[in-house]
Every structure is written in C-alpha cells, then in structure tokens.
C-alpha cells in the first residue's frame, strides 16, 4: 500500500486516531471525514488535524454532499469507522443510531464506489451475530446475523447492506467486512468501557463498581485490532472479500474480574467496590467493549433501560456471558494473528494513562507505543 492515499470515515474517534498516527507512521497520506472530535479526545490533545491531508467535518448521513467530498479527497483506499458507536445511546437515540449506521454505511460506500476508490474496508462489530441462542460457542464468519439491542441491530443491518453492495454489477470497488468488539489502548473516552471506566478511576482517584465480573469477553489492543485491518486491506484485490473476524486467539477470552484484577496489580492499588451481579441492565448492553459500572457512566439511562425492558419482557436484557468471535479465518486465510495478548494489551494500555498522568504528551506516548509495535 505504498505511497498511497487513504481516507477514513470517522478518524476523529478512538480508533480512528490511532489509525492515522500508524498509518502517518507506516508512510501513507490520510484524510478524515467525521463529527468534530469530542472534548478531551485523543483527536483533539494530539492535534491530530496537523497529520491529515483533508480534515473534513461532515455527517454522513448527507447523502449527495458526501459523494462529493469524497470524489474530491480522491482517496486510494478508504476504511469505514464512523459510526454511533454507544450500545446505551442507541436506546437513547435509535433514529439517530439507524440513520448514521445504516444509511451512513449506505451512503459511504456508495461514495466510495463513484470515486472510483480501489479498495474499501467497513468496519462491523461482533455483535453483529445472532446471540439470543448463547451456547458460548465462538462466531465463525458464516454464522447468522441477527437482532439485538438498536447498536447491535443496526450494525448488521449495515453488514448486510455492504455484503448486498458486493453484490450489485455496477459495483467495482473491492469490499471487505471487519468485524471485532472489545478494543482497549490508551486515550478512549466513551463512556460504559471497562478499561475506560477503570482509567479514569485511576486517573481521578475514584471507585468503579463492576456488575458482572464473571463476564467472558475477548480483549484486543487496539494496535492488534488496527493492524488486522491494514492486512485484510492488504490482501484485498479487485475481487471483493466477505467478512473477517478480527479478534484475538481464544486464549485471550478472559473474564471482567481478570481483567480487573490484572488491571489493579498494574496500577498498584484496588479501584473497585464491591462486586454486584445481575442488577441493573447487563454489561453486553452498554457498550462496543465491555462495560464497567462506575464513574461518569450514564447510570440514569441504565437504570431507564432496565425499566423499559424489564416492563416490556419482565426480564434483563439479554447477555451473553460470553461472547467471543472465532479467530481461524484470518489466520488460515490471510496468515494474520495478533502480537499483543490480553495481559499485554492492559500493560500498554496502563502505560499509557500512566505516562499521561504524569504529564507526557498523548501523542508522543500514542506514537511510541505505534513505533513499538511495528518493530
Ligand atoms: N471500540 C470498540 O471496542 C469497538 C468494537 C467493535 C466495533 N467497533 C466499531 O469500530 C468503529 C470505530 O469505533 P470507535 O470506538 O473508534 O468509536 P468512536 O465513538 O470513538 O468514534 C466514532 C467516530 O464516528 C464519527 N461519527 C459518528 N456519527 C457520525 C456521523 N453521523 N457522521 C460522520 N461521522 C460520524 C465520530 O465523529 C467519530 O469520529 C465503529 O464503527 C464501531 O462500531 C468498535
């Protein structure tokens, strides 16, 4: 992919912005099309508008506008991000959630698609699958979608609008799926994370509550998450991909209190309270990466969202327990597996709120780190 041009569609998110620092690094042109970055962000305390050829503010939802900012940026290779991304503002905002997740896909790709833009990667989720049946079985990239909470939903329905792409005849740019859940690193700020909850307890001296600790989810650094991405990319010819999971090895399906407590032995003190379970909403319904229970999360909106589903079904919302993602194809396809297991992936992602906190600039650390792993 030398030398190229490459355009990501929400690069102001927590994804985004380590993805234009390691493909700034690996020696591309980036350009963004995106929301303005939130306050605190590692978009905006890195300024990383300095790295970007076009730095353009724009929704997706803007069908026509859209299609021609992205015919003008004239990008190689473009990588699909944007997204509302939150499980517990999807029940806030479900319009909202469809219309960006799904009509903003929609929109994206058929951008791309009148570009001319060789190559096109959409970025799904592994909640995606149909888990209402929670055997604890891992996906497998041939298992059915299905509905879940709106996040959830709408994030299928645009897997499946990207796989319908793939089949149109005026198609041309060649299309893969990526799908992954539970990415953690250094400068996430959404809200209902586990690691990001843990970090700012860290950070602020604060306790977090954590409601179902016997959770099993797969943990991913971020870097590993980013550089299965550039690889599908890579592979990509002009025939189209179907979908990837990229996630880690199975081996690094830990539960919440693992993670907890390998996270408290890092950072050399307990943060969290005591344990509660199975109150409240569950802890797959509140983010794209396992979510803790504990400062600055929306704790009104979960209590709401109990109430909404326990008077509609008289139960919690569903949760799988474990929720995990087969890994296989991409290694027996691509030949790709991640660097960073999940201890791994906490150590670099306390580090870097260590560093931070004791008044390194985010983007040294972020670019130290993205040096570090391409070694
Ligand atoms: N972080 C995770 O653990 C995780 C797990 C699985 C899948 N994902 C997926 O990866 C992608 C990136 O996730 P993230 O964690 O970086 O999310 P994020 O919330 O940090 O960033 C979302 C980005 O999308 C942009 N965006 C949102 N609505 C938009 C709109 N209407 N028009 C233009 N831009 C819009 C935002 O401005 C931001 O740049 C998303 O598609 C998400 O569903 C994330």
Redesign the pocket.
């Known amino acids: 992919m030398n030398s190229m041009h490459i355009l990501i569609?929400?690069?102001?998110?927590?994804?985004?912005s380590w993805l234009i620092l390691m493909l700034k690094q690996l020696g591309y042109e980036v350009s963004g099309?995106?929301?303005?970055?939130l306050t605190g962000s590692l978009f905006e305390v890195a300024e990383l508008h300095n790295q970007l050829q076009n730095d353009i503010t724009?929704?997706?939802?803007e069908h026509q506008q859209l299609a021609q900012v992205v015919k003008r940026i004239n990008p190689d290779v473009a990588i699909h991000?944007?997204?509302?991304?939150?499980v517990l503002d999807s029940y806030a905002h479900p319009y909202e959630t469809f219309n960006?997740n799904v009509m903003?896909t929609y929109n994206f790709i058929d951008a791309c698609n009148q570009a001319q833009v060789q190559k096109l990667l959409v970025?799904?989720?592994?909640?995606v699958y149909d888990n209402r049946v929670n055997l604890g079985i891992p996906f497998k990239e041939t298992d059915p979608l299905g509905p879940g909470d709106p996040y959830s939903s709408s994030?299928a329905a645009a897997d499946i609008a990207a796989q319908t792409f793939q089949k149109m005849p005026d198609f041309y740019t060649a299309m893969a799926i990526a799908r992954?859940?539970?990415?953690i690193g250094g400068g996430?700020i959404?809200q209902n994370?586990l690691m990001v909850d843990l970090m700012r307890a860290y950070r602020e001296m604060e306790q977090v509550k954590i409601r179902n600790p016997q959770s099993v989810r797969p943990w991913q650094h971020v870097l590993d998450c980013l550089a299965g991405y550039l690889t599908i990319i890579d592979h990509l010819s002009e025939q189209n991909f179907e979908a990837f999971n990229v996630a880690p090895q199975l081996a690094d399906l830990v539960s919440v209190q693992e993670v907890v407590e390998y996270t408290e032995s890092k950072i050399g003190f307990r943060i969290t309270e005591h344990r509660v379970q199975g109150s409240e909403c569950s802890d797959d319904s509140f983010g794209?990466?396992a979510a803790g229970s504990g400062a600055g999360s929306n704790q009104k909106l979960k209590t709401e969202c109990w109430r909404r589903t326990a008077g509609k079904r008289s139960e919690p919302l569903h949760e799988a327990k474990t929720l995990s993602l087969d890994p296989s194809k991409m290694r027996n396809v691509l030949g790709w597996t991640g660097k960073l297991d999940w201890r791994h992936a906490v150590d670099l992602t306390v580090d870097w709120n260590k560093q931070v906190i004791e008044g390194a600039d985010p983007l040294t650390v972020t670019q130290a780190q993205i040096k570090e792993y391409l070694l």
């Open positions: 569609s929400g690069h102001t998110g927590f994804k985004g099309i995106a929301l303005p970055a724009l929704d997706i939802t991000l944007a997204a509302q991304a939150l960006t903003g970025i799904t989720t592994d909640k994030k992954g859940g539970n990415v996430d959404a994370r794209d990466g």
